[in-house]
């Protein structure tokens, strides 16, 4: 209960919350969630980049999430397959709280 070793209530909330904030157009790939949740990322896409400042929003009204913030957030173009034109429909995103070793703002 006093916190020391962790994350002691698991990390089901953390699903909840992000499946209770649906963003038309976004999506997640995956996330991360390390010890008592301090230290986050997700990445996935959206057709829209401007949906993201709206869903990172809306997740900062969970419950779970209150208190939490993200230091980085990168866009990007997805990758060409080999033999295929780029996809350019959809941007892909990551967004850490903290700053991945090695970067620089």
């Given at each position: 209960k006093s916190g020391a070793i962790g994350n002691t209530e698991g990390y089901s909330e953390y699903m909840r919350a992000f499946a209770r904030q649906v963003v038309h157009g976004l999506w997640l790939n995956g996330f991360e969630i390390t010890g008592d949740g301090t230290q986050m990322s997700l990445s996935g896409g959206v057709v829209n980049p401007h949906l993201v400042p709206s869903y990172i929003q809306r997740l900062s009204k969970e419950k779970v999430m209150r208190g939490k913030t993200f230091a980085a957030l990168q866009m990007q173009q997805?990758?060409?397959?080999a033999n295929k034109p780029p996809v350019t429909t959809y941007v892909e995103f990551s967004m850490q709280s903290t700053e991945a070793h090695?970067?620089?703002?």
């Open positions: 997805p990758k060409a397959l090695g970067t620089t703002k």
